[in-house]
């Protein structure tokens, strides 16, 4: 996410001479009460970065509740896809930002009410408008509290009135659905307010952010518009030697490397700790080092400050070859594609190859004259950011484990019926409910390969067609006798007439290739049957990596339809009383809810 490596004018040099006419749209909306202007191209720049071409629009200055709530200036609308709110709490309320000790506690919470219901009724005419992800920045903590060093020792501090006021936020948010809190705190912690602020020109055009402080800013909005648009990465590929410890492991011997918890060693431990959470989060480790495997395995196994364990790592790549045929093993060793890797390494030769041979994978230079700022680079990048964490992330690294076992049973069995048989399959289908609404639209955010339609859903968006009389929000489980996969699959169904609409159906690539596509599918039309639909409709929507589904529908009977077929999007459609899809044999057991 990072533009550090051109300045302001460069990167507007770019952007003016680049071709973006080929990229996907986003469609962004800026409504404000201060001058932020030259985000502009910092949000355009990292929206390129992401395979997007963004348009940002802004509203009239301190115009926000004229454009939410009166509609003013037409700024929003059905094709808007980010409406970026700026509320500077010293335009909103003087009085709560400069004048604190001026004014009583009845005062301060008539203050505070006045701006909830500012806040609930700009939420409720941005709605009425567009459906569009609302990024509401938050108010930042003061520097220089108005009760000085007493106020962080009051709790009726200044700060504590921000606070407050931030929670409301948030609490509103969260009722107005698909809208989401960004700290600016967190932006101007990271800089320090010598670097954020701008007094000059704050007092000149109420414009209170440096260039580098809309750059920060710029790069947390766009970490929400990465998550909701399955650009998330899903492995963290790892050096080995001067990047989990210090040295040469196959010189400096087990003793001899940096690695624990006091200097130089320290550096190490805490990237490791910094992994380990990564890993806790859902993100696949990976092994891509130059070394002989039996040194670094003995590092894994032997060393007392070595928190990383095998168990941790899903696969492995340590030999002599290049590090892009390496990577590229990997990716396959995983089924995931290589866009969805991140390298990190400490040479300049090898992060400049995987850079010009395999430029899908983001690669993290870790220069080793940064040792001590390495697990900062690695929690700064925003590349696996998601806004959800399922019990199927925190299981994930396990799983991946698994497949290996699976893959050695494969290799023993004599046909494929014989192994999917000896796998003893269990799939369970059923309905979405609040349990499940995370984990279903994760999948929808970062499933690319098996994803017919590839549409991106919000845990709110998931909420409201499970709950809608108009659709069904389907999931399935699967596990066998190496453990569970978890939720792997989503279908949604609309309804409209007859017909019955599958308006998304993925399934993660960790089990295609196993018949559940076709359970899944089976029990979806069962679904659609039972409530007395009449015709099934399915669309294919091509994109650059779901080609594989491409004939998905054919190869299942549906036919496709004369009408509606246009060059990256086809229809297809069956009767529901052919009952043309059936079941493998080859499962273990199908638990069902549409049969209860």
């Not at 006045?114 to 003061?142: K, M, P």
């Not at 950011?385 to 925190?394: I, K, M, N, P, Y």
């Not at 369970?428 to 390969?449: C, H, M, P, S, Y």
């Not at 899944?520 to 039972?530: G, I």
């Amino acid at each position: 996410m990072s533009t550090m490596g051109l300045s302001y004018s460069e990167i507007q040099d770019f952007l003016n001479q680049a071709d973006l006419s080929k990229l996907p749209s986003l469609r962004i909306a800026v409504l404000r009460n201060i001058m932020v202007e030259p985000v502009e191209p910092y949000l355009r720049y990292l929206a390129y970065q992401m395979g997007f071409q963004a348009q940002v629009a802004f509203g009239d200055y301190d115009n926000i509740y004229q454009e939410a709530v009166g509609g003013q200036g037409n700024l929003l609308g059905p094709d808007t896809d980010y409406v970026l709110v700026f509320t500077k709490l010293e335009t909103l309320s003087p009085t709560l930002a400069r004048s604190y000790t001026l004014v009583d506690s009845e005062r301060i919470q008539a203050e505070t009410e006045r701006i909830r219901d500012y806040v609930d009724n700009v939420l409720s005419g941005i709605r009425r408008q567009t459906n569009a992800v609302i990024l509401w920045h938050g108010f930042e903590l003061c520097i220089y509290p108005a009760l000085g060093i007493m106020d962080s020792q009051s709790p009726d501090g200044q700060n504590a009135a921000v606070g407050s006021l931030n929670e409301m936020l948030k609490s509103s948010l969260r009722n107005a659905g698909n809208a989401y809190f960004v700290d600016l705190t967190l932006c101007l912690a990271r800089l320090g307010a010598a670097q954020f602020y701008d007094h000059r020109y704050w007092h000149i055009g109420r414009a209170p952010f440096t260039r580098q402080a809309l750059r920060e800013i710029a790069g947390e909005d766009l970490k929400f518009v990465r998550a909701l648009k399955g650009k998330v990465k899903k492995c963290l590929a790892l050096d080995c030697d001067g990047v989990l410890w210090g040295g040469v492991i196959g010189e400096d011997g087990l003793a001899g490397i940096g690695l624990g918890q006091t200097h130089p060693g320290s550096a190490y431990y805490e990237l490791q700790q910094e992994i380990l959470s990564l890993y806790h989060r859902g993100i696949i480790l990976a092994l891509c080092s130059k070394n002989n495997e039996e040194d670094v395995w003995e590092v894994f196994r032997r060393h007392p400050d070595m928190i990383l364990k095998e168990e941790h790592i899903a696969t492995s790549q340590v030999n002599w070859r290049d590090k892009a045929a390496n990577l590229r093993q990997i990716a396959q060793d995983l089924n995931i594609g290589l866009d969805s890797l991140v390298f990190l390494d400490d040479s300049d030769f090898e992060v400049n190859l995987i850079r010009q041979v395999l430029p899908e994978v983001e690669v993290l230079h870790l220069a080793p004259a940064r040792a001590t700022e390495y697990r900062s680079i690695l929690a700064a990048c925003g590349l696996f950011d998601t806004l959800t964490l399922s019990t199927e992330d925190r299981k994930r690294g396990a799983m991946y484990k698994a497949e290996v076992a699976r893959k050695q049973l494969q290799g023993h069995a004599t046909s494929m019926e014989d192994y999917l048989k000896a796998l003893e399959m269990v799939l369970e289908v059923r309905l979405a409910d609040e349990f499940t609404i995370g984990r279903i639209a994760q999948l929808t955010q970062k499933t690319n390969q098996f994803n017919l339609t590839t549409k991106r859903y919000s845990e709110d968006d998931i909420r409201s067609l499970a709950g809608s009389s108009r659709s069904n929000v389907m999931y399935v489980k699967v596990s066998d006798r190496f453990g569970e996969y978890g939720i792997v699959g989503v279908c949604i169904l609309k309804y409209e007439d007859r017909r019955a609409t599958l308006d998304t159906f993925l399934l993660s690539c960790r089990v295609l290739g196993r018949g559940v596509e076709d359970a899944f599918l089976a029990e979806a039309l069962s679904l659609a049957r039972a409530r007395g639909f009449e015709i099934a409709r399915g669309e294919y929507c091509a994109t650059q990596k779901n080609g594989q589904v491409a004939d998905f529908y054919v190869k299942r009977g549906f036919e496709a339809s004369k009408n509606e077929t246009e060059s990256e999007r086809q229809v297809f459609e069956c009767k529901l009383s052919d009952e043309t899809n059936h079941e493998p044999s080859f499962f273990k057991q199908i638990v069902s809810e549409i049969d209860t």
